[in-house]
């Protein structure tokens, strides 16, 4: 997939709070993009792991991760190439459940969430924890496409979609900012839609 500047659309309405600057809503379309090849995961051989600088590193299935409490979201997600979609509803289970387990060391200050198509990104610790970031496997009350990640995904809607890995594997803590795949290409090492933190400089 190539560097782009973004795609074109309805433009944001002053009057829209919801949507960050430059943004536009996609309405009932949710656009797929993606850097790499859509693969097929039976969820029989699916797993999640919690690893890097934990006290126990930990590992789920699809039926051990189903079994933890449940989690919403209910809000707006946003796209680097400057789409967004409102009123979106994901279902899974709440990152600081899977952080809970694992128990993160002191030390570490940032993640690197990883696919099992081998995407990565990176986030600080605080941008996954109280609250702020999911595993997900339903969207809308049905399973999430695999178009879109299925059988599950990163969610962190607070910052750019592409921090939100499709077809996620795990969490690896660190003690440091460690690039990921489209961090390595020219975007932003954050992400947040508010300040437009869409490229390196920005």
Request: charged letters at 25%; aromatic letters at 12%.
């Amino acid at each position: 997939m190539g560097f782009t500047r973004g795609f074109q659309g309805r433009r944001r309405r002053p009057d829209d709070e919801r949507l960050p600057p430059g943004q536009y809503d996609t309405g009932d379309d949710w656009p797929v993009l993606t850097a790499e090849a859509t693969p097929h995961l039976d969820t029989a051989d699916w797993t999640f792991t919690v690893d890097g600088l934990v006290e126990h590193e930990a590992t789920w299935t699809w039926d051990e991760i189903h079994a933890l409490p449940a989690s919403t979201f209910e809000g707006d997600i946003h796209c680097v190439t400057t789409w967004s979609k409102l009123g979106v509803t994901f279902a899974g289970v709440s990152v600081d459940t899977l952080l809970a387990a694992a128990r993160p060391l002191p030390s570490a200050t940032y993640v690197l969430a990883r696919s099992h198509t081998g995407y990565t990104t990176n986030l600080p610790l605080a941008d996954v924890t109280d609250g702020k970031a999911w595993v997900v496997w339903d969207f809308a009350g049905q399973p999430l496409a695999i178009a879109h990640g299925g059988p599950a995904r990163l969610l962190v809607p607070h910052l750019y979609f592409w921090k939100s890995a499709k077809w996620v594997s795990g969490l690896k803590l660190l003690d440091h900012d460690e690039a990921g795949f489209w961090e390595r290409n020219g975007y932003h090492d954050r992400g947040d839609p508010w300040q437009e933190e869409r490229y390196q400089g920005d």
